[in-house]
């Protein structure tokens, strides 16, 4: 079983940078892909940024592309989510999530079984 818990959310001001982090716990070794999605009031999750776990190959919604970083750390069993020249239409709650099969697309929030919490960015103008 593999757990995940992010953290690192707040609120702060347009053009402001943020760091998401996600702790993987259990089962590591079965995690194929992980990502990040979001969601913001009254709206569908969405796609942000995904990581392949092994390879470390990265692949970003084009909303994020420039702006936000995904990483991840296999000695520390934790991704991330660096965000900078954050705008107001960034707020959302955000979730990483993990998948443990090799078929499916990683933009597609169905195709993961693996979800954390979630934790709140809030970006004022």
């Known amino acids: 079983q593999v757990q995940l818990v992010e953290s690192g959310g707040r609120s702060v001001q347009t053009g402001a940078s943020l760091k998401l982090s996600c702790a993987v716990s259990g089962r590591t070794f079965s995690i194929y892909v992980m990502g990040w999605f979001r969601q913001a009031p009254g709206k569908d999750r969405e796609f942000v940024a995904a990581?392949?776990?092994?390879?470390?190959?990265?692949f970003y919604d084009d909303s994020v592309k420039g702006r936000f970083t995904i990483s991840r750390d296999k000695v520390k069993n934790t991704l991330y989510l660096q965000m900078n020249g954050l705008k107001p239409e960034d707020t959302a709650t955000y979730y990483c999530a993990g998948r443990s099969g090799v078929s499916g697309d990683y933009r597609d929030s169905n195709d993961y079984d693996l979800w954390g919490q979630g934790t709140q960015v809030t970006v004022s103008s």
């Open positions: 990581t392949w776990w092994n390879s470390g190959s990265t």
